[in-house]
């Protein structure tokens, strides 16, 4: 997939799902399950064993999923991530080498932010987007809502703090996204590999995405 089309996606669905588990298996079916329930976008972290493996894999047999690489630290594994198939990159700080590279090589990035001062440096480096991170102890939604007041350009993904009673919310105070792991990618249905109720979870984060953008738009 081209940068353009991986970024419309996310856009579009609202929905960035951290896969963040204990064996390539289990990631590479929590993958598979999220796409099947309609979101064809997966961050597999580097913290997976095999990530890279389970990058490619996932890359060649769901060609049409936006497949990505999650807490990457340096270009060296940016280098690694690119050739194993990833389509964006994304980190839970501001990493000036990481950002560089996915512009260098036309991928879609996202660097994580805390602070104002933090959202400032990272959409300075031309990111696509900003992860806020972690959202829930700074404060939730209200904390987005307060950031969208002095950066109402920067398009921000909402990751660390959200579930299914704070997903609304946050797309009510203006994530243009979200990043959801383990309140998605349940680490109970895994172990047996529950296929429908991971994809019942997907199936109900995005009728709250979709709910909440019309609730949004009609104020």
Not at 38 to 43: C, L, V, Y
Not at 105 to 128: C, K
Not at 156 to 166: E, F, K, L, P, Y
Not at 180 to 194: H, R, T, Y
């Amino acid at each position: 997939m081209k940068k353009a089309e991986v970024r419309a996606r996310i856009e579009e669905i609202g929905i960035i799902p951290g896969i963040r588990v204990s064996t390539p298996e289990r990631a590479r079916f929590a993958a598979e399950m999220v796409n099947r329930a309609g979101i064809p976008i997966a961050e597999i972290t580097m913290t997976v064993p095999r990530a890279l493996d389970v990058i490619s894999h996932l890359a060649k047999t769901l060609p049409e999923m936006a497949v990505g690489a999650g807490t990457v630290l340096d270009a060296e594994t940016a280098w690694r991530c690119l050739d194993a198939g990833a389509t964006f990159l994304t980190s839970t700080g501001l990493v000036p080498e990481v950002v560089e590279f996915a512009l260098k090589h036309d991928l879609v990035v996202f660097p994580g932010a805390m602070t104002p001062t933090d959202v400032i440096a990272a959409w300075r480096t031309g990111a696509d987007f900003v992860k806020i991170f972690p959202c829930g102890p700074l404060g939730g939604p209200a904390y987005i809502r307060s950031l969208k007041l002095p950066f109402p350009q920067v398009p921000m993904i909402a990751t660390g703090g959200v579930n299914q009673r704070t997903a609304s919310n946050f797309i009510l105070a203006g994530a243009i996204a979200l990043g959801i792991g383990s309140d998605l990618i349940n680490p109970e249905a895994l172990p047996v590999m529950k296929e429908e109720q991971v994809q019942e979870l997907a199936r109900r984060y995005l009728g709250m995405v979709k709910a909440a953008r019309v609730r949004k738009n009609v104020r």
